[in-house]
């Protein structure tokens, strides 16, 4: 069974840091494009970050841009979203997906283009 996994999310106050991972079960993840999306209570969910395979692409949200880095590490098959100067509008559930698709500037966001979906972990900011 195709599955991702995050992990990594917690709570912490404005202007903290936090690292979520995003692994596989059932697949390679270095063969995918991954993407970072979040949901926070009462809005739909959002695309805030995306990598290629190949990590040579890398796209982001306004809102996230400039404090959070999205990466990848082939050796552990593992993505990562390192995000910094934490704002209580960054509370959200935050998901990473899969993709077969190269992700490109018309379409990094858009969850439709992606192919298999992990469960989310909680990232709460708060003083």
């Known amino acids: 069974q195709v599955q991702l996994v995050e992990s990594g999310g917690g709570s912490v106050q404005p202007g903290g840091s936090l690292r979520l991972s995003c692994t596989a079960a059932?697949?390679?993840?270095?063969?995918?494009?991954v993407g970072w999306f979040r949901q926070a209570p009462g809005k739909a969910r959002e695309g805030i970050a995306s990598?290629?395979?190949?990590?040579?692409?890398?796209y982001y949200a306004d809102s996230v841009r400039g404090r959070f880095t999205i990466s990848r590490d082939w050796p552990k098959s593992t993505v990562y979203l390192e995000m910094h100067g934490l704002k209580p509008e960054d509370t959200a559930i935050y998901y990473c997906?899969?993709?077969?698709?190269?992700?490109?500037?018309?379409?990094?966001?858009?969850?439709?283009?992606?192919?298999?979906w992990g469960q989310g972990t909680q990232v709460i900011v708060s003083s």
């Open positions: 997906a899969a993709r077969t698709s190269m992700p490109g500037q018309p379409d990094w966001w858009d969850e439709g283009k992606y192919d298999a």
């Open positions: 059932g697949f390679e993840l270095d063969a995918y494009g």
């Open positions: 990598i290629s395979k190949s990590a040579g692409r890398k």
